[in-house]
């Protein structure tokens, strides 16, 4: 019986999966950018729109997961000052990024405009909320100045966020 490795596995797996991400190609991608990964439509007519924040070069860097923590709570509360048609802000398993979802809302200028706004804010942030053991469920786990710092860094490279493929 042959054993096989993580990377031998993971080469074997080609069909398409039921995950857009999944089958999206991460050796393709030019982080940081905002793509625009899948709409689903409900039986009522809803739209959500489910987009792709990438923060970090897939395999090539991740955020540090308190910092990362500490984002996705500051965003996820925030980016709702600047939308009412904010469904979910989540990170990536990957530590690469985040997911954010919109219900009935396809504006594309208008989602980059919206988290520029939010991600200023949080480098203006004095703390992170819900950072406690009532609300949170890993509460040791933040660290705001790590937050902040990632927002810097995404927001440096704005012009770029339109760009999801390298050359």
Not at 106 to 125: G, M, R, S, W
Request: proline fraction near 3%.
């Amino acid at each position: 019986m042959k054993i096989f490795y993580i990377k031998e596995l993971c080469a074997l797996q080609k069909e398409k999966t039921n995950v857009e991400s999944f089958d999206l190609d991460h050796t393709k991608v030019k982080a940081p950018y905002v793509r625009l990964a899948g709409v689903k439509t409900g039986k009522n007519g809803d739209e959500v729109y489910k987009y792709d924040i990438r923060f970090k070069q897939p395999n090539k860097a991740h955020m540090e997961m308190p910092a990362l923590h500490s984002l996705e709570h500051l965003s996820a509360d925030i980016i709702r000052n600047h939308s009412d048609h904010i469904v979910d802000f989540s990170p990536m398993g990957c530590q690469t990024g985040f997911y954010v979802s919109l219900i009935n809302h396809n504006n594309y200028q208008d989602l980059l405009n919206i988290l520029e706004k939010t991600f200023t804010d949080v480098t203006k942030a004095t703390a992170v909320p819900a950072c406690n053991e009532v609300q949170c469920g890993w509460a040791a786990s933040h660290n705001l100045e790590g937050a902040q710092a990632l927002a810097k860094e995404f927001l440096a490279k704005r012009d770029e966020w339109h760009i999801v493929f390298a050359e």
